[in-house]
């Protein structure tokens, strides 16, 4: 084969999208934005100083600790051996194969969740689920972190796979252009945050799109903590975080009180609102959901969300709600109220109507394209059954053997001894990072594959240098985005990294399931496997995409699989005709109560949707701890990517947090403060922006900065996690409840 490292400049692809990458000898210069984007992100800028960096893990490492004698304590605090090669990965593969005839592969999590990076053979989630279950499988993880919770709930209430929904199924952007009076954005809709999709995302459209309902006058309401979260010109109606579904009720029994609800809507496409009214008119608990009810407990004033109602009622109106609402304790209640809120209002299934999810929580969702499916490198199937709901990996490994409630099923946590990750970072994505950091002491073995020394590569036992997407070939696509890459390798791999598909490789030679994992291919030969698959594929639905020797050549290519002009709305054929379109759900209609849900008896997530006040908020605030903290994904970044560039930067660290000033004065607080945030989970150091972007007793640290100090001691970058709750959002959904926090901010002299 042609040498495979590419001339000087070449486009590729990353989950934050295409940038052009200038190479110069074994090294990578600079990035810039690539041509057909109206709005290229800055996120590469970072790029070149992160893949050269010092941090690059350099060689195969084993804690000393664990090499000399399997000692499972001091994660985190001691020092790494470099080790060559064969003998890490023969190490490594030796304790595998002892810990699955000792335990059975019940004892090995491999849930591995995280982002990595884009490109699809490449895939480390699918490298190290396929090496898994190539030797007899592991313990896996259910959702994610981004919208776990929807991801359990709204199956009973709208009867349909919610990530289909998302990325497939819902209002495109011309279509809301077209035909929506009123945008009602619950936790906004960040350009900033749809600067990112998974598996890349090439024109940014999102600020466009703003700048279109702009001129057309759609009224677009951003509710939420923070003005920031949607673009400039929106309006903002600022509420306190977690009271979301508090508003949504009032703004339900506003409906009511006034004549507004449609009836006929109720009656033929849902279920359940009989036992839901009662709820919500106060003859249940003999609390009416007034606006004035509602008023102290969101922060809006009872007029406000009366007018809001009568506006919803009178326009063509869509609700939007950011995934945010369902990272947080009792997430299930703000997305099931927001279809029972959309249904009251009878607009599901027209055009602009009705409710959606995720615009702009990444840059695909509205995009509307033809789904081509392919290129996915077959992970083979697993034969161990066991689950864990991916948010609840801390207490999976604080109490093995404990039964726990997950969306009907009575469960119970594996007994594990042997974690292996490859693509995530768990102490970043992780809550309460000092009591996760106690659990992670005691599996017998962690080892994991990453590019850079992160947190977690810090507190493992074996670590394996992994390549970037910079330093090996790949094809970029996703069901999401209507271009297609040839990723070229641009240079050498750093240091002495190898791709996660070798590492794997040698470890199944190892545990003898070489030919099982490899196929007798090489990664070259999967990638045009893969690739050859996808074209047939394609040719299917009859797009032509050229051969991969002509991609090679080519780059990149447009695919002409964007609808142009509005598409259809997803719910209007059921509009049309529920009994011939019935939902996925039991009764083939919207559920208002769920039968199914009431029948699993948790107080926690009831059969309708009720206000329930989260442990963390501003309505539980105390003097220790008075402020409610959001921890936002990072503008500058993805997640904890890039960070170890972005960190040598002056004065970048500690992280940003935004305070209001009526927060700031008091604790004479000014912009560039160095600042210590604290409660009794932990501590941090931030640095002070004060501003009256946002709420009166709320503050916001983006995620992303790199996790420190262990113990009790302060995580001197700024990472939220330290100080974030880890509870499930609640037995149905068990998702990540990070954005249910409260915290104390001081000024550190
Ligand atoms: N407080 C708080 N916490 C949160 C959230 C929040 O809103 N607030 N949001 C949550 C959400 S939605 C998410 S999705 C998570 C994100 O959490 P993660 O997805 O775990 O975060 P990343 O930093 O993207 O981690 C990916 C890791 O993969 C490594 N990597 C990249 N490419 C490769 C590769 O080819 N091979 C290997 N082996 N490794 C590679 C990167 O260096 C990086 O360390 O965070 C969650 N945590
Ligand atoms: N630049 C960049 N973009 C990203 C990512 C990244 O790391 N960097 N990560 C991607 C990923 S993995 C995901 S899952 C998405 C996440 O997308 P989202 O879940 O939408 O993002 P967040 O940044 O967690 O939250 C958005 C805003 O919600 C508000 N909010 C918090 N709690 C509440 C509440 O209770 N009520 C209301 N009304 N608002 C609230 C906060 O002010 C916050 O700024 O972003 C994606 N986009
Ligand atoms: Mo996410």
């Known amino acids: 084969m042609a040498d495979k490292t590419a001339p000087s400049t070449k486009v590729t692809s990353s989950h934050w999208g295409a940038f052009e990458v200038d190479v110069e000898g074994n090294r990578i210069v600079a990035t810039r934005p690539f041509s057909q984007d109206p709005h290229p992100s800055r996120i590469p800028d970072s790029l070149p100083a992160a893949v050269h960096h010092r941090t690059r893990v350099a060689r195969p ?130 350009p900033k945050n749809s600067q990112v999709s998974m598996g890349g995302i090439t024109e940014h459209e999102t600020a466009g799109w703003f700048d279109r309902l702009a001129t057309r006058g759609t009224r677009c309401i951003n509710i939420g903590p923070q003005r920031t ?19 949504m009720l009032a703004l339900a029994h506003v409906l009511e009180e006034e004549g507004l609800v449609d009836r006929t809507f109720l009656a033929s496409h849902t279920v359940g609102y009989e036992r839901f009214r009662p709820y919500l008119l106060g003859d249940t608990d003999g609390v009416p959901k007034t606006p004035d009810w509602a008023a102290p407990l969101c922060g809006v004033g009872a007029d406000t969300i009366r007018a809001l109602a009568r506006r919803m009622a009178s326009t063509r109106t869509l609700i939007t709600v950011a995934w945010s609402l369902q990272r947080a304790e009792h997430g299930e209640q703000p997305y099931w109220m927001s279809v029972v809120l959309a249904a009251m209002l009878g607009q599901i299934g027209l055009p602009g109507g009705g409710v959606g999810y995720g615009y702009g929580a990444i840059g695909g969702v509205g995009k509307s394209l033809l789904g081509l ?16 709901p991916v948010a609840r990996i801390g ?33 970043h994505h992780h809550q309460d990072l000092n009591a996760l950091h106690e659990a992670w002491q005691r599996p017998e073995t962690i080892i994991v594959n990453e590019p850079w020394w992160t947190a977690t590569a810090k507190r493992a036992d074996i670590v394996f240098p992994a390549t970037t997407p910079y330093e090996r070939e790949d094809i970029g696509r996703t069901n999401m985005d209507d271009y297609l890459f040839h990723m070229p390798r641009l240079i050498p791999p750093v240091g002495q990294a190898r791709d996660d598909y070798d590492i794997f490789s040698g470890l199944a030679n190892r545990c003898g399931v070489g030919d099982r994992f490899t196929e007798g291919r090489s990664a070259d030969d999967w990638i045009a496997k893969l690739y050859a698959e996808y074209q047939d594929a394609a040719a299917d639905v009859g797009i032509d995409v050229p051969d991969l020797d002509a991609l090679r050549e080519r780059n990149w290519i447009k695919l002409p699989i964007k609808a142009e002009g509005p598409n259809r709305t997803f719910f209007a054929p059921f509009r049309e005709d529920p009994d011939a379109f019935r939902l996925g759900t039991p009764s083939g209609r919207i559920e208002i109560f769920s039968a199914t849900i009431d029948s699993f008896g948790y107080d926690d997530c009831p059969g309708h949707p009720v206000w329930l006040p989260p442990t963390e908020w501003l309505g539980t605030a105390s003097t220790a701890a008075p402020l409610h903290l959001v921890s936002p994904q990072p503008g500058d970044k993805l997640h904890s990517q890039l960070e170890a560039a972005l960190a040598d930067v002056e004065g970048a660290r500690p992280e940003t947090l935004v305070i209001h000033p009526d927060d700031a004065a008091p604790r004479e607080i000014t912009t560039g403060d160095l600042l210590r945030v604290f409660n009794a989970r932990g501590a941090c150091r931030a640095r002070a922006s004060v501003s009256s972007d946002i709420n009166p007793g709320v503050v916001a640290l983006p995620t992303g900065a790199w996790f420190g100090d262990p113990g009790g001691n302060i995580d001197p970058d700024g990472n939220p996690n330290v100080l974030t709750l880890d509870v499930g959002t609640s037995r149905l959904g068990q998702g990540c409840s990070a954005h249910s926090a409260l915290v104390q901010v001081a000024r550190l002299s």
């Open 229 to 247: 979260d949607a673009p400039e010109g929106c309006e903002w109606l600022p509420v306190r975080p977690g009271s979301d579904t508090a508003l």
């Open 395 to 427: 207490d999976m490994l604080r109490n093995p053997g404990r039964p726990y409630d997950f969306n009907g099923q009575r469960k119970t946590y594996p007994d594990i001894r042997l974690v292996y990750w490859a693509g995530g970072n768990p102490y």
């Open 61 to 190: 490492s084993i804690r000393r600790g664990w090499l000399e004698a399997r000692e499972r304590g001091g994660r985190g605090a001691q020092e790494f051996v470099e080790l060559p090669w064969d003998e890490a990965l023969d190490i490594a593969a030796a304790e595998i194969d002892r810990v699955r005839h000792q335990h059975g592969n019940e004892s090995i999590f491999g849930g591995s969740y995280g982002w990595g990076s884009a490109g699809r053979f490449h895939h480390a989630q699918s490298q190290v689920h396929r090496f898994l279950n190539c030797i007899g499988g592991y313990v896996a993880s259910f959702g994610s972190y981004s919208t776990g919770c929807a991801q359990s709930i709204m199956p009973h209430v709208l009867g349909v796979n919610f990530l289909q929904l998302l990325y497939e199924h819902q209002d495109g952007w011309q279509t809301i252009h077209d035909n929506t009076e009123t945008l009602v954005m619950f936790g906004g809709i960040n």
């Open 373 to 388: 499916r392919g290129m996915t490198f077959p992970q083979l199937s697993n034969p161990v059954e066991d689950t864990i």
